[in-house]
């Protein structure tokens, strides 16, 4: 299985998602065979670590995000990857009309997983320092909702 998290930059919500995910998969499901990887659908902070904001909240949760670089999601991440998860609406949209049709049943909202009131992780970039413990409570709903689909999905289907 191979999930990758989007957003727009890939400094804020997408790695923030993919830490989060990664630490829930090595706690609860550490003998899944699974590649998690993040990218932006913009090419705005290439190479550039997560946004120190991010950095800070995911880190007073225990997470770390400093190894993490920016990158824009590439044409073959398409056929890559199993579940791509967008962050909000606006990258949904982008993510389909970027993607081959064959495709589209791999692309999704990532709050989909979540019972949350709304099914867009807001952008915490321009905002105060809130935002950012906002979008971890939701990606961390996300993710366990979305770990046991996973697991669901790796389930052997009985006859």
Same mark, same amino acid.
């Given at each position: 299985?191979?999930?990758?998290?989007?957003?727009?930059?890939?400094?804020? *919500?997408?790695?923030?998602?993919?830490?989060?995910?990664?630490?829930?998969? *090595?706690?609860?499901?550490?003998?899944?065979?699974?590649?998690?990887?993040?990218? /932006?659908?913009?090419?705005?902070?290439? /190479?550039?670590? @997560?946004?120190?904001?991010?950095?800070?909240?995911?880190?007073?949760?225990?997470?770390?995000? *400093?190894?993490?670089?920016?990158?824009?999601?590439?044409?073959?991440?398409?056929?890559?990857?199993?579940?791509?998860?967008?962050?909000?609406?606006?990258?949904?949209?982008?993510?389909?009309? *970027?993607? @081959?049709?064959?495709?589209?049943?791999?692309?999704?909202?990532?709050?989909?997983?979540?019972?949350?009131?709304?099914?867009?992780?807001?952008?915490?970039?321009?905002?105060?320092?809130?935002?950012?413990?906002?979008?971890?409570?939701?990606?961390?709903?996300?993710?366990?909702?979305?770990?046991?689909?996973?697991?669901?999905?790796?389930?052997?289907?009985?006859?």
């Amino acid at each position: 299985m191979k999930i990758l998290f989007v957003c727009m930059g890939n400094i804020c *919500r997408s790695p923030t998602a993919e830490g989060v995910f990664r630490s829930l998969v *090595r706690e609860r499901a550490p003998n899944l065979d699974i590649e998690i990887d993040s990218a /932006g659908t913009h090419d705005y902070h290439i /190479g550039n670590p @997560p946004d120190e904001r991010s950095i800070a909240a995911a880190a007073r949760r225990g997470i770390d995000l *400093r190894s993490l670089r920016a990158r824009k999601v590439e044409e073959a991440d398409f056929e890559r990857f199993d579940l791509i998860l967008a962050m909000d609406r606006l990258n949904l949209t982008t993510l389909l009309e *970027r993607s @081959p049709a064959q495709h589209h049943d791999r692309i999704r909202l990532f709050l989909e997983f979540a019972a949350a009131e709304t099914l867009d992780v807001p952008d915490p970039y321009y905002g105060g320092p809130l935002g950012f413990d906002q979008v971890l409570d939701l990606v961390e709903e996300a993710s366990i909702g979305l770990l046991a689909h996973v697991l669901e999905m790796q389930r052997p289907r009985q006859a």
